[in-house]
């Protein structure tokens, strides 16, 4: 079976777009007794991007705390905030939600906007298209570039067994809002660290065996962006590297990411590495399996002067070792796609411990 994917209907990309937010966002508010959500990296509090959001008096304006990667738990509470609000418009849906922030406030967004019209907890739905009914409106506004989150139709949630997301054609966005200048000052290692799941998703996708011509399109684009940006440089590194994250995620829409995102999923649900960082940690443990990826991703690092933590995993306790492994194991697509059908007679749970305590 093909797979049939919905996509973002509606993008609107350009340095100072995010002024457009307000004007995008009138035709979906009804005429009186509703409101507009706002979820927001509360990074931007102390910010002046705070001032340039188009909260109206009615809006809710909720600041997202992304210290930890999102769990189903945190979503849940933001759920029945949402809830407790829509009380003072007759139990009335909100006319729509804006996510802010990097990859882990855009997944929340899209996860509060989904479990707002589906029963029970956001654990529930971690899987595949157990979503029953369409979402509020949903709008994403980058402010970290590279998961492309703004694309996926999955939101990853950390649930109580495991870290997985929710993936569902009700969870892509309605409308993109691109802006680069959004994306202009994170800190040195942060940007690296989003921007590389990107190189690595494309890396990923472009050496696995479920590779086609749609996934090879938008995965070489992407990566020959993130070489612009992270080798070369130059004043519009940041247009550059936000079409990046969005060609990678439309690669891996089609095909699938490998055995560093299999490895990295064990670390951030055991150790709660977040997903950038962990993923560079594993990944300059791959020589062996992307060994021009490796080579290149080390030269990128070099030119950015970025120095990975070292000895994550050594020592830990044997339970969590062993946790860890479990949760890469059963990611059985990454490993086939990786690998090939016959992946098990390659990988085993021994050598994917040898992986982990090299980290
Ligand atoms: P993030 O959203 O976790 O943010 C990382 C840090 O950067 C946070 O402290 C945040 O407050 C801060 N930040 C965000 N924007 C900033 C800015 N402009 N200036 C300064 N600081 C800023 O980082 P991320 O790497 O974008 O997202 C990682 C998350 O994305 C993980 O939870 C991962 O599981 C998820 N993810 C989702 C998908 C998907 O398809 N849904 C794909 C890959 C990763
Ligand atoms: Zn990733």
Redesign the pocket.
Known sequence: MFRNFKVVSHVVFGRGCFSQLNDILVPHRQETGSFMVFLV?D?FTERSLRDRLPVKDQDLLLWVN??D??KTVYVDELTQRVKTYMKEFSDQLPDGIVGL?????L?IAKAVAVMLTNQGSSADYQGWDLIRNPAVYHVAVP??S????EV?R???LIGPERKL?INSDHTVFDQLVLDPE??A???TD?RF??GM?CYIHCVESLTGTYLNSFSKSFGEKAIDLCREVFLDGGPDSDDKLMMASYFG?MSIAYSQVGICHALSYGLSFVLGV???IGNCIVFDQLEGYYPEGVAEFRRMMEKHSIYLPRNVVAGIEGDKLDKMIDVAFSLEPLWENALGADWKEVMTRERIGELYRRM
């Open positions: 990296d990074v992304v210290d990667e999102p922030g990097g990859g882990s406030t997944d402010t970290l590279g998961t492309g989150a996926s999955t939101t990853v997301g959004l994306i000052d994170p800190p942060q660290y989003t799941d995620g977040h997903h950038g």
